[in-house]
């Protein structure tokens, strides 16, 4: 990833988070945490993973996230200095969880000698 890439990214997950906290009034989207921002190189996609406080409601938080992208865009627009606002893709981050059923699993190896 290069270097405007990365700084771009940086912005977008400051952003992001900020409109999704303030500005969003949907009530599906509580206690959301956005993990990282890849974005491509011609700079015209984003994916934007997100994690959230209650994990039995991430289906429902993501297709919420999917409704207000266009409203995301718009309000990115404004904060952003780049001439073209990437179309935004949310994605799950399951590596939380994932690193959690791997400490989970070596805490079982340690008791287990």
């Known amino acids: 990833m ?3 890439s990365e700084r771009i990214s940086d912005s977008l997950i400051e952003q992001i988070s900020y409109i999704i906290a303030n500005e ?6 509580n206690f959301v945490t956005i993990t990282e921002v890849k974005v ?3 700079l015209s996609f984003a ?9 039995t409601k991430k289906d429902l938080t993501l297709k919420a996230l999917q409704s207000a992208s266009g409203f995301i865009r718009h309000e990115l ?8 606002i990437p179309e935004l893709k949310f994605i799950y981050d399951e590596s939380i969880e994932y690193g959690q ?12 000698e």
């Open 2 to 4: 290069s270097i405007k």
């Open 40 to 42: 491509t190189d011609d």
């Open 77 to 84: 627009r404004d904060r952003v200095d780049i001439r073209q």
């Open 47 to 55: 994916k934007v993973y997100f994690t959230v406080l209650d994990e």
């Open 24 to 29: 969003v009034k949907n009530k599906d989207i």
């Open 101 to 112: 059923r791997i400490e989970e699993k070596l805490k079982e190896i340690k008791e287990a």
